[in-house]
């Protein structure tokens, strides 16, 4: 029997793909039959506005969708954050009618949302902890940023407890953001979890073998989102530096997004298209067979809560190169595991590119690096911090 409402901004499926739906879809796996969902509907065959249920291995889970979207990669009309935030709003009697009085909430939309529907316990998930309005792909959004910031701290004024995936210089800007009204102590740091038995050390060669991939040459991994906020531009142009005397190196991006025709063209302009791949979005095991056919992973975003492709690649145990994000610290080990570029000089990121494929990997201890990140630790977490997890069947078992 459910014991508490998970609220978040994905089909809990496949849509749309990032650290949300991640982390949503190991919050299943951790606490499975506990919880009771209330998402969107990216198909036309699932009801809004009224309780069905989603299978998770073998067991249904009950589900409600609130909005109903659209699959396609380009920005849509109305931003799927205004169409969440609208039908919870207009579905709320649906949802309160499954009598559930504890609810964890993982998008600041659906917090503002649902805040002052008279939880009994109700706790809020910061996938990271900037405002998602200052990098909005809609021009508009920055214009109501700080009053969106506003609603959000007064929402967060009505939570029992909040969890933050960001590290602690980021969660410090969060309190000093709030101008007062949120208390540092109140806050819990919880990073990005993954599946550790998909995500974990493997033959290379049999990854490249069963992806189709080439057997020689070095491959660098770009994994996310197409969009200007993770940076691929900064990656493309590194890379382009870094295989001028590397015929056989390739760059491989595994997702898709909005930016996915500037990156074509981009492509074309520099003349890599015998260099660079594009796989669009993969299936979770397949991310991590990617991973494992590469020599390198980088990351080139301008902001982020905490990364899971730096999570895979350490759980993968693979060099890292990336920009200096919230969590880059505390997951790449300078100069013993890869390099946290400062600058967005392709030719630094460049230059790092190179050091960390000759870096002697054997000195990393990747499973202490690994460990915080798996889902066993994830249910411990979440039962020391908010009480209605601690009734949860995962953290008895845990016990």
Not at 332 to 358: I, T
């Amino acid at each position: 029997m459910a014991r508490i409402l998970y609220v978040e901004n994905c089909d809990f499926r496949d849509f749309p793909i990032g650290g949300q739906l991640s982390f949503a879809r190991h919050m299943i796996e951790a606490f499975g039959s506990d919880l009771a969902l209330v998402g969107i509907s990216a198909d036309y065959s699932s009801p809004v506005g009224r309780w069905t249920s989603i299978e998770h291995g073998g067991v249904a889970l009950p589900f409600i969708s609130v909005a109903r979207v659209s699959r396609k990669a380009e920005r849509p009309l109305v931003p799927l954050r205004l169409r969440f935030y609208a039908g919870l709003r207009r579905h709320r009697a649906a949802v309160l009618s499954a009598g559930l009085r504890s609810a964890m909430v993982g998008s600041p939309e659906g917090l503002i949302a649902i805040s002052n529907w008279g939880w009994s316990d109700l706790l809020f998930h910061f996938h990271g902890v900037s405002n998602p309005l200052v990098n909005s792909r809609y021009a508009v959004a920055k214009w109501i940023a700080g009053s969106f910031d506003r609603r959000l701290f007064r929402a967060l004024s009505k939570t029992d407890a909040v969890i933050a995936s960001a590290d602690s210089d980021a969660i410090d800007g969060l309190v000093a953001r709030s101008k007062g009204s949120l208390q540092r102590e109140k806050i819990t740091f919880q990073p990005t979890v993954i599946n550790t038995t998909i995500f974990k050390p493997g033959s290379a060669v049999s990854a490249r073998q069963r992806l189709g991939l080439p057997e020689h040459g070095q491959i660098v991994l770009f994994c996310g989102r197409l969009n200007w906020v993770k940076g691929w531009d900064l990656v493309l142009s590194a890379f382009a530096l870094w295989s001028t005397d590397r015929p056989n190196g390739k760059l491989c991006f595994v997702g898709d997004g909005e930016d996915r025709a500037k990156l074509e063209s981009q492509i074309r302009s520099r003349k890599l298209r015998e260099k660079v791949l594009l796989v669009g979005w993969q299936a979770e095991r397949d991310v991590a067979e990617f991973v494992r056919a590469a020599d390198l992973v980088v990351l080139g975003s301008h902001d982020e809560g905490w990364p899971h492709a730096l999570v895979e690649a350490v759980a993968c145990e693979k060099p890292i190169v990336t920009t200096n994000v919230s969590g880059s610290r505390r997951l790449v080990r300078h100069g013993e595991n890869g390099f946290v570029v400062a600058s967005r000089c392709p030719k630094e990121f460049a230059y790092a590119m190179s050091a960390a494929l000759e870096l002697d990997l054997s000195r990393s201890d990747w499973t202490h690096l690994v460990e915080p990140y798996s889902i066993p630790t994830l249910v411990g977490n979440l039962g020391r911090i908010w009480g209605p997890f601690r009734e949860c069947r995962a953290c008895a078992s845990a016990r």
